[in-house]
């Protein structure tokens, strides 16, 4: 199966547009910057360059799981204020939060607001072919590169497959996770890896 074919073309069949690449002033940390000339409308924003600005940024944020999980059972609920009012504080916190974006695009458009729904699905279409895009998952030379583990999850989902089995591996001084997943409509099961890294290091950081 082509995997990296499967997820660009189920994603593209979701959302649709382009991302291209963008210098950032020096003069602010990147993830700032980067995430205010997205706010301001430039589709010319490298989403690959937002999400490893986030992963590299010093900043305290607050914690938002609380409004996570009430986002979320909001969303389930179709409480679409609700899932607003909590996805605002999540992306203010982690502006790269794709279930954040999802839930937005979802109740902005259940509410009519059709710029802000367009808006969100713009985001979420440039994060998720920002991973698509680092690899194709066949292997450990071409796994999909994530920031944190929560994001394998939210790629698979998108591709439409259910994880089985989960392992680590470790090769050539690089770490990465073996996802086995089942695709519920056929029952082909399908081994793909992600390039852990960076939630390696930063969980390396924190024991310290």
Not at 28 to 35: D, F, I, N, Q, T
């Amino acid at each position: 199966m082509k995997t990296k074919s499967v997820l660009v073309l189920a994603v593209s069949a979701f959302l649709s547009f382009g991302i291209a690449q963008e210098d950032r002033p020096k003069d602010k940390p990147a993830y700032e910057v980067l995430v205010e000339k997205v706010k301001s409308g430039d589709k010319g924003v490298d989403f690959k360059q937002l999400r490893l600005a986030y992963a590299d940024s010093t900043a305290s944020r607050p914690d938002a799981d609380a409004q996570k999980k009430a986002m979320t059972a909001a969303l389930n609920s179709k409480n679409y204020p609700e899932v607003l009012k909590n996805a605002d504080v999540v992306l203010a916190s982690n502006f790269v939060d794709m279930d954040a974006h999802f839930a937005e695009y979802v109740a902005q458009r259940e509410l009519n607001h059709t710029e802000e729904s367009e808006f969100h699905k713009f985001v979420l279409q440039g994060l998720l072919d920002s991973i698509a895009h680092s690899g194709d998952g066949k292997s450990e030379k071409t796994a999909y590169q994530v920031i944190e583990v929560h994001e394998e999850y939210v790629v698979l989902r998108f591709m439409g497959f259910m994880p089985s089995k989960q392992s680590l591996s470790k090769k050539d001084g690089h770490s990465y996770d073996v996802m086995e997943v089942v695709n519920p409509k056929t029952q082909a099961k399908v081994t793909l890896y992600f390039n852990v890294d960076i939630p390696m290091k930063h969980l390396s950081d924190v024991l310290k």
